[in-house]
């Protein structure tokens, strides 16, 4: 099994740290580095698979790093870590080359999911294209739509689709609400709405129906999870 390579830029040592520590935790191998020069440097030379980049790094700007890193022909997938987390923001960081933007303070679960959905696109040009999803008693048809629990057909809505597919492709890892609504709705978390509650009630109900084992399990405080 090929262990995957990321080179963290964070001048802050607490993130660092614990960036650091759940990354290895889950057999990544990282390097860490405090600073835009040194990180700039270690980009250059070595060969990584994923990047995460301070946003506000000391003495220099995380996006003016990430646009000398592209400028320098740099193509290593980015994902920006910042504590500003307002839409603006996260559109410059986009915009600016950033693969994807995770506002500090972050749960470290997301980070790797995040992490390895980077690495996941960065492998599909050489990868065998998907045309099934299965996990257990469950079958998704990228093609067609169509799901399917045990051999019965389940009848979805758009969104409950996309909702179903993100956690089929994230089985047995917590989806918090914010993966959620960035991933399937498109903008960031409302911790005031309860959409995201609505929808995983109706596809609960066609999922797991009265008789059946439950899939779709809620992880108190964080999310939702597919057994």
Same mark, same amino acid.
């Given at each position: ?42 980009a250059i ?52 080359g950033g ?12 980070? $790797?999911?995040? +992490? =390895?959905?980077? &690495?996941?696109? *960065?492998? !599909?040009?050489?990868?065998?294209? #998907?045309?099934? %999803?299965? $996990?257990?008693? +469950? =079958?998704?048809? &990228?093609?067609? *739509?169509? !799901?399917?629990?045990?051999?019965? #057909?389940?009848? %979805?809505l758009p ?69």
């Amino acid at each position: 099994m090929t262990i995957s390579r990321v080179l963290t830029i964070e001048d802050d040592q607490l993130i660092a740290n614990e960036i650091v520590r759940e990354l290895e935790g889950r057999g990544f191998s990282v390097d860490w580095v405090d600073n835009g020069p040194e990180g700039l440097a270690r980009a250059i030379t070595d060969e990584y698979d994923a990047i995460t980049l301070d946003r506000m790094l000391l003495g220099i700007d995380g996006l003016s790093l990430l646009a000398t890193m592209h400028s320098a022909g740099i193509q290593t997938p980015v994902l920006i870590l910042s504590a500003l987390g307002d839409a603006d923001e996260r559109v410059r960081g986009l915009r600016a080359g950033g693969d994807d933007y995770l506002t500090k303070p972050f749960i470290p679960e997301e980070l $790797v999911a995040r +992490l =390895e959905v980077l &690495l996941r696109r *960065r492998r !599909a040009p050489t990868a065998r294209k #998907e045309t099934m %999803l299965c $996990v257990g008693p +469950l =079958e998704l048809d &990228l093609i067609s *739509r169509k !799901a399917k629990r045990d051999g019965e #057909e389940i009848v %979805l809505l758009p969104t409950e689709y996309r909702v179903l597919e993100l956690m089929i492709r994230h089985a047995g890892k917590t989806i918090t609400r914010t993966m959620l609504f960035e991933a399937v709705w498109g903008y960031h978390f409302n911790p005031g709405t309860n959409l995201i509650e609505v929808h995983m009630s109706r596809l609960r109900k066609k999922i797991d129906p009265p008789g059946v084992k439950p899939l779709i399990q809620t992880v108190r405080g964080s999310g939702y999870i597919l057994a």
